[in-house]
């Protein structure tokens, strides 16, 4: 499945250019291969049979109308190497280069807070819950720069399912890994540890809400938020918390690590907005990497980012320059 989503900002564009990636994932096959493979044995957590499931994109189709996008996808190279990761520092390059200490596997997420059956998911039962989906998502950030990356993942909407959500859960939070041992920029004060994000219930249980485990036909690599992470098409990238460990629901509006550090700057929603400029920078256009640089044209920001028929409902009524 194909469709396009928002990333975090802060940050000057690549200069390289970049190659297309051609081959992706086929839900059934990748299935397939996960099983046969033993996708979480000894094997330190690798998805062994990855290259003999790569398939073309064409043959595949999106499961929400308007979604799919045939776009070229950013290089590997850039997408594992351009990051904002900040437990690992504030540099774009830091996150691969120091990420390599983080621990993913054993793994597992907590489910708790308002729902009749909360519960603790092992990465194997993460993985079980839903068929792979090929999914390609356009990363915008707030400075302008974007990516296209094929994601592998599914709607975060089929875990929460699991644990039946009480009628009085109105958010939902994202808590995220913190360990000074292995994070150098947890060490810093540059955010308020750990990182936590949060959503709207209906938000969450949109479809296009993603859980992704992969990217580019393999395992998420750990710069990019191993070995499970969060995607939101519509919002900028710093709602996709990375390296999920908690997921609370509330019936309360949670904070945010953004929205603590900078209130004036980050709102709760972050839904991209074109005609909502940030306090330092217009979001009007934006910036593709791998095409030109900062001498590249630029393109027109488009409002929940090119997703204003599918999510468009969720925010009816609402003033979208004042909850941004």
């Known amino acids: 499945m194909l469709i396009q989503t928002s990333s975090s900002g802060f940050v000057h564009p690549h200069s390289s250019e970049i190659t297309p990636q051609a081959l992706y994932l086929r839900r059934r096959a990748y299935l397939q291969a996960m ?33 799919m996008t045939m776009e070229t996808a950013t290089s590997r190279e850039d997408a594992t190497s351009y990051n904002n990761y900040y437990e690992f520092g504030t540099d774009k390059s830091d996150p691969a280069r120091y ?7 054993p793994w597992s997420i907590t489910v708790e807070g308002l729902a009749h059956k909360p519960k603790v998911f ?53 808590v995220t890994l913190a360990d000074p041992k292995t994070m150098p920029g947890i060490r810093s004060s540059v955010l308020d540890w750990p990182y936590t994000e949060g959503l709207r219930m209906d938000e969450a249980m949109h479809p296009l809400t993603l859980l992704a485990f992969g990217m580019y036909g393999s395992e998420l690599p750990k710069q990019n938020g191993a070995p499970v992470r969060l995607v939101v098409p519509w919002k900028y990238g710093f709602k996709s918390a990375k390296s999920i460990v908690k997921i609370r629901l509330l019936d309360k509006e949670p904070p945010t690590a953004w929205n603590k550090a900078a209130r004036n700057e980050y709102g709760f929603y972050s839904n991209v907005n074109p005609d909502v400029p940030h306090p330092r920078w217009s979001q009007e256009t934006e910036r593709r990497i791998g095409e030109g640089g900062l001498f590249a044209k630029k393109r027109k920001t488009l409002l929940f980012n090119g997703y204003e028929a599918q999510v468009g409902q969720l925010y009816a009524g609402m003033d979208l320059r004042k909850n941004y």
């Open 35 to 67: 099983a046969g493979a033993g996708l979480l044995a000894a094997a330190g957590g690798t998805w062994a049979r990855e290259a003999e499931v790569l398939k073309p994109l064409a043959s595949t189709k999106s499961a929400v109308p308007g979604a």
């Open 99 to 105: 990420a390599h200490t983080l621990p993913t596997t």
């Open 122 to 174: 092992g990465l194997e039962d993460l993985l079980k819950l839903s068929a792979q989906e090929e999914r390609i998502y356009r990363l915008r950030c707030v400075e302008g720069w974007s990516m296209v990356i094929p994601w592998i993942g599914y709607s975060l909407a089929k875990l929460l399912a699991q644990v039946e959500p009480m009628g009085s859960a109105k958010f939902v939070e994202f």
